[in-house]
């Protein structure tokens, strides 16, 4: 397992943008395939994003498609998390999460190795 750091949470209003970073305590993020994940209020933590070891595939769930934007820069061992046109929806903590490995994963058993989440709140 590695640890993972999250910030770049916040509140917003309705329609605007953040961007969260994740910093990987790993000497390389190399081989580490990441992902995103929130958990609103009373409700079960579900996937959000996922990034290949080397970026060249992204994932999203639905409710993200078109808004979100998952990048990474190995130099920096920095996965992030671009949301634009935010909803009241959004509101949640926001996870994000490494294993090792090549493929893309999706569900949270697929990681193994999780930050502390940052909150992030839309308001209407």
């Known amino acids: 397992q590695v640890q993972l750091v999250e910030s770049g949470g916040g509140l917003v209003q309705s329609g605007g943008s953040l961007r969260l970073s994740c910093v990987h305590s790993a000497r390389t993020l190399s081989r580490y395939r990441m992902g995103w994940f929130r958990q609103a209020p009373d409700k079960e933590r579900e996937f959000v994003a996922a990034i290949t070891w080397n970026g060249g595939r992204t994932v999203y769930a639905d409710s993200g498609k078109a808004r979100f934007i998952i990048s990474r820069d190995i130099a920096k061992n920095t996965v992030y998390l671009q949301m634009n046109s935010l909803k009241p929806e959004d509101t949640a903590i926001y996870y994000c999460?490494?294993?090792?490995?090549?493929?893309?994963?999706?569900?949270?058993?697929?990681?193994?190795?999780w930050g502390q989440g940052t909150q992030v709140t839309v308001s209407s």
């Open positions: 999460a490494a294993a090792w490995g090549f493929s893309l994963a999706t569900t949270s058993t697929d990681f193994d190795s």
